[in-house]
């Protein structure tokens, strides 16, 4: 098992910057990739970011490629999520997400392959 807690949400205007965080705990941590996922009001949860097991790759989808930064901390636990830019089309719960697999391609994230989730935190970005 492992446990994933999420930290940094909030209200943010446009253009500003939030970190979130996700601290794990149980099983080895450096043995997961990390990914981030979110879901904005009446829509389908989507991958943002994901970072291989020794935080030496990374990959994001395009709507936030250039904004957002995903890294990790192996001593810690702990997997952040550096998001600039922001705009309101960012406003959603952000997931933390364990995976047993690290890829970078189109389509290579799905909801059902994610082995542990978190509860997730809110952003909220106004305009």
């Known amino acids: 098992q492992v446990q994933l807690v999420e930290s940094g949400g909030g209200l943010v205007q446009a253009g500003g910057s939030l970190r979130l965080s996700c601290a794990a705990s149980?099983?080895?941590?450096?043995?997961?990739?990390m990914g981030w996922f979110r879901q904005a009001p009446g829509k389908e949860r989507e991958f943002v970011a994901a970072?291989?097991?020794?935080?030496?790759?990374?990959y994001y989808a395009d709507s936030v490629k250039g904004r957002f930064t995903i890294s990790r901390d192996n001593a810690k636990n702990t997997v952040y999520l550096q998001m600039n830019s922001l705009k309101p089309e960012d406003t959603a719960v952000y997931y933390c997400a364990a995976l047993s697999y690290y890829c970078s391609g189109y389509g290579c994230y799905d909801v059902k392959l994610v082995d542990y989730w978190g509860k997730g935190t809110l952003v909220t970005v106004s305009s």
């Open positions: 149980g099983r080895t941590f450096s043995s997961y990739a």
């Open positions: 970072i291989s097991w020794s935080g030496g790759s990374t």
